[in-house]
């Protein structure tokens, strides 16, 4: 009689797993922390060694700001409408987006134009560098914003977005509104600390 040996199975543990597009997103925000991170630090101690000019931030500005935070809203209906298939509301809420974010990059060259005609500019004192180092390299990240909502906005336009397929919309999603905390707090950082 053959003895028949019980041979126990153990599952493998779970994994856990994400996108890999999601995952290569929060990669790329934990990047851009970390460069306004050391950029700030890098105020604060240049700041306290003196030698500081303050300097009027044009109100431009503050205008900016409210585009940018109703552009956040407007990227968030896209959403919605992405999850209940609302295809027609989906592509008006992106392009209205992507205006609102077109109008911001030009209210920041605005005020870029408004501060050389206030006698400060790029070179000079490092109060002046930096204003125009953040609100550029904010500049920069958000036409990558635009790129992603671009290429999510031919996506919808393919009906490769939606209710079943929200990847690209989440991402683009994601990503706009961390580029709008970001101005809120470069923002509000270099109103406190002028």
Same mark, same amino acid.
């Given at each position: 009689m053959e003895q028949v040996q019980k041979i126990q199975i153990e599952?493998?543990?779970?994994?856990?797993?994400?996108d890999p597009k999601k995952?290569?997103?929060?990669?790329?925000? &934990? @990047?851009? $922390?970390?460069?306004?991170?050391?950029?700030?630090?890098?105020?604060? &101690?240049?700041?306290?060694?003196?030698?500081?000019?303050?300097?009027? &931030?044009?109100?431009?500005f503050w205008y900016s700001t409210v585009v940018l935070i109703i552009s956040s809203l407007t990227m968030h209906w896209a959403y919605w409408a992405a999850k209940k298939d609302n295809f027609s509301t989906l592509k008006i809420a992106i392009s209205i987006t992507f205006a609102l974010g077109l109008a911001f990059l030009w209210m920041q060259f605005e005020g870029w134009k408004e501060l050389v005609s206030q006698k400060i500019f790029f070179v000079g004192n490092p109060s002046q560098s930096f204003f125009y180092v953040f609100?550029?390299?904010h500049g920069v990240h958000l036409i990558t914003g635009l790129i992603v909502l671009f290429v999510t906005f031919t996506s919808?336009?393919?009906?490769?977005?939606?209710?079943?397929?929200?990847?690209?919309?989440? $991402?683009?999603? @994601?990503?706009w509104h961390f580029l709008d905390i970001l101005w809120i707090y470069l923002f509000v950082f270099l109103l406190y600390f002028r």
């Open positions: 599952e493998a543990p779970e994994t856990l797993s994400m995952f290569i997103l929060w990669g790329f925000i &934990v @990047t851009i $922390i970390m460069l306004f991170a050391s950029q700030t630090s890098a105020y604060l &101690v240049r700041r306290a060694e003196g030698n500081w000019v303050e300097f009027e &931030v044009p109100q431009i609100t550029w390299l919808a336009m393919g009906l490769r977005v939606h209710a079943k397929n929200l990847r690209r919309i989440e $991402i683009c999603t @994601t990503y």
